[in-house]
């Protein structure tokens, strides 16, 4: 076992922790100055899409939906790079849909104030807030269960090497993942809706199969070095498996920027909501599985050995 190869994650793992906790602290930052914006998907109401021609001033397009629906409205002006087609977004906030009466009378004031915009609508989504609040308490349900059963199925497989502290710290590990995710969505306001619950289960998977890679690869070195510190064989173990996780990270990353990039251009929102947090979601399965669990695992190991010391040498 060679050392001068190895790379030392574990002597550099408060600089890890401070990179982690950094990113933390800007979060939790971006949701005092943003605020945390939900998709109508879990807060209710309705998203009205037009296509236009010219100009359109989105303030009197506002005033119109509150003099017509009395509701909280917010306005977005967009352009299809590849089509050069500009299009209107409108959010209308509510604990209900637009029935087609409203709907239709703002339709027509719309297209009364814009004559020459040649408004046409391309897409209407709505849904009552009932339902928006069902759909995301069943999305952190499903986040919780999924999570909750990697780290027992971690526990048994890796009983070896400390089955329940290896479960514990890959737990940790996706809840930074999930929790990088989450501050992306707010950072880049993009409302939290259906596409950060299949963003944030698709991390999971992914970050949890890089950390059993590397868990399996500590198991095997602990039977061939038994006479090696835990921290020698977790830097040795994490060393022999990071060409892999880099290797696999990029390629997911080459992948899911095309998508967000053709996304972009054609100004499909849902997918470019999914694609940017799936990309620094990614990269953060792979910094958590490497910089995170592993020296936190070591941390787990050492303290127990002392614990067993003193008990040891209790009279």
């Not at 963003?199 to 090696?228: C, K, Q």
């Not at 060393?239 to 251009?265: D, E, G, K, P």
Request: with cysteine; aromatic share 10%.
């Amino acid at each position: 076992m060679s050392k001068n190869n190895m790379i030392h994650f574990y002597s550099k793992r408060w600089i890890f922790f401070a990179v982690s906790l950094s990113i933390m602290l800007i979060g939790i930052i971006s949701i005092f100055v943003n605020g945390v914006q939900l998709d109508i998907q879990f807060k209710g109401g309705a998203l009205l899409k037009y296509n236009y021609v010219g100009e359109i001033n989105t303030d009197d397009v506002s005033d119109i939906a509150n003099e017509i629906l009395d509701r909280p409205v917010t306005t977005q002006l967009t352009t299809d790079l590849l089509s050069g087609e500009e299009r209107l977004i409108i959010n209308i906030a509510g604990k209900y849909g637009l029935d087609a009466k409203d709907q239709q009378s703002f339709d027509t004031a719309l297209k009364e104030q814009f004559p020459g915009a040649k408004l046409k609508l391309a897409e209407s989504s709505m849904l009552e807030a009932f339902f928006g609040k069902q759909f995301l308490q069943k999305g952190i349900i499903a986040i919780a269960l999924s999570a909750l059963l990697v780290m027992v199925y971690v526990w048994i497989r890796f009983s070896r090497i400390g089955g329940l502290s290896a479960g514990v710290m890959a737990l940790i590990a996706l809840f930074h993942d999930v929790l990088v995710v989450f501050f992306t969505c707010v950072f880049f306001q993009i409302p939290i809706g259906d596409s950060f619950v299949a963003v944030t289960l698709s991390i999971i998977g992914y970050s949890v199969n890089d950390t059993i890679v590397i868990y399996d690869r500590i198991r095997e070195n602990s039977n061939l070095h038994p006479e090696a510190s835990v921290d020698i064989i977790a830097d040795l173990s994490i060393t022999q498996s990071i060409t892999r996780s880099v290797n696999t990270n990029i390629a997911v990353l080459i992948s899911v920027s095309m998508i967000y990039l053709l996304a972009f251009s054609h100004s499909i929102d849902s997918i470019q909501s999914f694609a940017l947090p799936m990309a620094i979601g990614s990269i953060s399965g792979c910094y958590s599985t490497i910089c995170i669990a592993g020296p936190l695992w070591v941390m787990w190991r050492k303290h127990r050995g002392k614990i067993v010391v003193i008990e040891d040498n209790m009279p």
